[in-house]
């Protein structure tokens, strides 16, 4: 009688302990994805990656075929040296007349020192000060005309110059190069395939943290807190658990129906609440695995 009522409080134990050990909520490992596509339309002549590598954030990668882009660039080039050769030389253009104004501020010298001598009149200086005066204004109102049309030509360029820059970007989209550290999960696209702007090439993910959306019932609600510091028990393989300090980050503010492959503790619920718990990554924990927190 005695071994029966020391056995029954054993069960009993290990039944209540069984509970302490019971998870309060449970969920799965995911991860931020970014799906990485093609800046440019065109054949992929480089395209330097493999699954499950991991790249660092600016890592080139490989390029699409530019050929046409450079060609039109070199055909714009073209073009805005053929309409800036247009441009007048205004240097060359009011030499003619500077040489004349040279000539008669000599002249307007010579003459100036014979006005002091008395030996030539004051209107033969004054004929020559109204020449210069009136080939000052010749140079200077044909200097404005060779500057506006000047000005005329190289607004004409500017268009040409604009696509330029157009090309330049396109080119500079041409080359594949990694935006963010990360994890290649899959690969889209092969060298030599043919491509199109904004089709995706690879996607990607941070995996050195992962996140466990888990679900807790109303029960535990009240329990949870943004910031909260938690255990997380992930499966190590060999029928076992690993422990991992975990992070609350996000709590939602609405209850939904159970999912199916999730189980709380409370499985009579119908209501759970979803929270997201950062979880620093050993190597070990993967997208889509179980795990079970408590709080």
């Not at 004054?126 to 204004?137: F, G, M, P, T």
């Not at 080359?175 to 060298?191: C, D, F, H, M, Q």
Request: aromatic residues 6%.
């Amino acid at each position: 009688m005695k071994r029966t009522l020391y056995l029954m409080l054993i069960l009993a134990l290990s039944s209540c302990s069984g509970n302490r050990d019971e998870a309060d909520a449970s969920g799965t490992f995911e991860s931020t994805e970014t799906i990485i596509s093609a800046g440019a339309s065109g054949v992929i002549k480089e395209f330097n990656i493999k699954e499950g590598q991991e790249l660092a954030a600016g890592a080139y990668l490989g390029y699409i075929d530019t050929l046409q882009l450079h060609l039109k660039k070199k055909q714009l080039l073209a073009q805005v040296r053929a309409t800036l050769v247009q441009k007048p030389d205004a240097e060359a253009q009011t030499a003619a007349l500077r040489v004349q104004l040279a000539a008669l501020e000599k002249e307007q010298a010579r003459i100036s020192n014979l006005v002091k001598a008395n030996a030539a009149t004051q209107k033969q200086l004054d004929d020559v000060n109204a020449q210069i005066q009136v080939l000052h204004k010749q140079i200077a109102a044909q200097a404005s005309s060779l500057h506006i049309a000047s000005s005329g030509i190289s607004r004409q360029a500017e268009p040409l110059l604009v696509q330029v820059e157009e090309v330049n970007r396109n080119i500079r989209e041409s080359l594949i190069v990694n935006p963010s550290r990360g994890t290649v999960l899959t690969k889209y696209a092969e060298v030599n395939e043919m491509t199109a702007m904004s089709k995706p090439l690879y996607r990607i993910a941070d995996l050195s943290s992962m996140v466990l959306r888990a679900y807790v019932s109303g029960e535990n609600y009240a329990a949870v807190r943004l910031g909260q510091k938690v255990k997380v028990m992930a499966d190590d393989g060999k029928g076992g658990q690993r422990s991992y300090d975990g992070t609350v980050e996000w709590i939602s503010d609405k209850a939904e129906f159970t999912p199916k492959t999730i189980q709380t503790r409370d499985e009579r619920a119908n209501l759970v609440y979803a929270v997201r718990i950062r979880v620093k990554n050993d190597g070990l924990l993967k997208i889509g695995m179980y795990a079970d927190v408590k709080f």
